[in-house]
């Protein structure tokens, strides 16, 4: 056999060998993406993170656990949204507290070409109280309390 006809044959073989890598490597970073972070409870991102869980979970009596005092004890509830992502995008220390930068992904009803996604920044505002942070303002988006909307 001529070196010309072998070299289509190798050519097929290394793009086959190619395109099976590819479909390996994505399938192991499926599987093996893990869950979210957990962060710790006594961190601003922790706070952040299970009163957002708490809300997103409908359950608005551990959401209120993660807010100021002054909040929580005259709560006026207000309704969220069912199906949400939080995202972190960044937290910063302040004089008094922290400020923690979220992306909210709020998803409505599927329709013909997927689902229906909105995103937009918040920021909540937290004070540390003693050896914790408590939430003193929140997003619109996942404010449990009308007086927690900045």
């Known amino acids: 056999m001529s070196d010309d006809a072998r070299r289509p044959r190798w050519a097929l073989i290394a793009l086959i060998a190619a395109v099976a890598l590819v479909v390996v490597i994505a399938l192991v970073a499926v599987f093996l993406r893990g869950n979210p972070v957990q962060y710790a409870e006594d961190t601003p991102e922790g706070v952040v993170q299970r009163y957002s869980q708490a809300v ?5 009596d551990t959401a209120l656990t993660y807010v100021v005092a002054e909040v929580a004890d005259t709560c006026d509830r207000i ?3 069912d199906q949400m992502r939080v995202t972190l995008v960044k937290t910063t220390q302040t004089g008094d507290g922290a400020q923690v930068d979220v992306r909210i992904t709020t998803v409505y009803d ?3 070409l997927g689902t229906n996604e909105y995103s937009s920044d918040g920021t909540f505002r937290l004070v540390t109280s003693g050896d914790s942070s408590l939430i003193e303002s929140a997003p619109w988006e996942l404010a449990v309390c009308s007086e927690m909307q900045r």
């Open 79 to 81: 309704e969220t949204p």
């Open 110 to 112: 599927s329709g013909p």
């Open 56 to 60: 997103v979970d409908g359950d608005l």
